[in-house]
């Protein structure tokens, strides 16, 4: 009998650090399994951030690179220009991509730097605490913003739309931003990212794929609630489909 669902080659067997329903552990078997499925596990490199992701090299069994707080874009370029051949994984948080790594960001998406973000959006600062992250929404509680987010208030602003930032961008040819909240969601989102990185081989320049995330710890919430709060309160400020679509039918720019 033909097997047609197991474990990816490229995700070690191991138990995980992330805190119970997490969204980091969804993406990373996502993306192993674009990995295998493609069969580019020994020419792929993952450049992960401090944050949360900081664990990913422990689970993702091909090179990973670990730059320093907001400079995973800036490696990344490196890596891409001198390995042009290989498949170059951008995977950052919201903290690190839309605050501390915002100039690397936008200069890498207007260069038209030919690697893909996996940019996970769960609207606050998980490792250190909880904190106000540049997406967190209005109104949403935090650690440093315990009445919730008030855009009026001194110092907190509005939350950023880091997609659509991004899609008036000249160098950009691919946006799309998913979610892993449900089965059909998390599906949508595998076809979002495989484009990307087809995208991506295809030389035609920035590619990236956004996915909201739930927090469950620092959202206060049990995982189940935290599906829920994600579905009812993110999803319609940040809405889910492709931000911006300059490719052709064989994933070439048009």
Partial sequence: MKQLYGHPKSLYNISTKYCAGCGHGVIHRIITELVDEMGLRDRTIITNPVGCAIWADLYFDFDTVQPAHGRTPAAATGIKRVLPDHLVICYQ?????????????????????????????????????????????IGQKAATAPLGRDPDAAGMGYPIKVSELLAQLEGTRYIARGAVNTPANTRKTKQYIRKALEAQLAGVGFTMVEVLSPCPTNWGLEPIPAMEWLEENMIPFYPLGEVKNTLDAKGGAK
Avoid: C, S, W
Wanted: glycine letters at 14%.
């Fill in 93 to 137: 948080g919201d903290g690190d991509m839309a605050a501390i790594g915002t100039a690397e960001m936008i200069h890498a998406a207007n260069r038209a730097e030919k690697f893909t973000t996996i940019f996970v959006n769960n609207a606050i600062y998980g490792m250190t605490g909880g904190q106000m992250a540049p997406t967190t929404l």
